[in-house]
């Protein structure tokens, strides 16, 4: 089932949601591909000055997701927060919001659960509408895609009953892509401080 029917549904439990990735290798291949294209983004930002140079209508559509982006994440981050505690087992919880929305389908608690489920699915498919745009000129954002893939595939280790080790790995993958982005960005920002430098003593 495509993830845009997603919404046509009304998902009973965490399981049946997962099923809507349709399968493994399909899955698998998704994430991946998200992965290298944000590589490939991180690469050309490094390589390139961080100024957008892109048509308008590009400029508008990364806007539109960057904007509903920033939105889901605060949703997903909220609910997190307000529903699992710091030290509280992840798997364990959903474990029992899960019981509850199959017990009580009707109340406020599994509703905002089904909500929240929603919104991740969601999530993931901005992310990768992103990773396919060209978001090298727009660090902060690529920023912010980096940390929030590193973030998701942390939990989703703990919570997809699929393919947890994949997700472990690839977690570990965005964690040093994100250590190298935040170091290559400090050399480049020397850099431009030096040329910068360099530039007034001319004039002077």
């Given amino acids: 089932m495509n993830l845009l029917d997603f919404y046509d549904e ?6 049946e949601i997962l099923e809507l990735t349709e399968n493994k290798i399909t899955e698998i291949s998704r994430q991946l591909q998200t992965y290298l294209n944000n590589r490939k983004a991180t690469i050309r930002a490094i390589c390139s000055d961080f100024e957008d140079t892109h048509s308008l209508s590009c400029i508008n559509s990364i806007h539109k997701w960057d904007v509903e982006l920033n939105l889901r994440i605060l949703e997903y981050t909220s609910y997190l927060k307000k529903n699992i505690g710091p030290n509280e087992d ?9 019981e509850m929305a199959k017990s009580s389908p009707k109340s406020l608690e599994a509703k905002l659960f089904k909500n929240f489920l929603r ?3 969601r999530l993931w498919q901005i992310l990768h509408i ?4 060209e978001i090298h000129g727009r660090p902060q954002l690529l ?8 973030r998701f595939c942390h939990d989703e280790k703990e919570l997809n009953e699929i393919i947890p080790d994949f997700f472990k790995q690839i977690k570990l993958n965005y964690q040093q892509l994100d250590r190298e982005y935040e170091r290559l960005c400090i050399a480049k920002d020397k850099d431009h401080i030096k040329l910068k430098k360099r530039k007034v003593m001319v004039r002077e």
């Fill in 130 to 133: 992103l990773s396919g745009l």
């Fill in 119 to 121: 919104n991740k699915i």
């Fill in 143 to 150: 920023k912010l895609v980096i940390k929030t893939l590193n």
């Fill in 90 to 98: 992840i798997k364990l919880k959903f474990l029992y919001l899960v």
């Fill in 10 to 15: 009304e998902p009973k439990y965490y399981d």
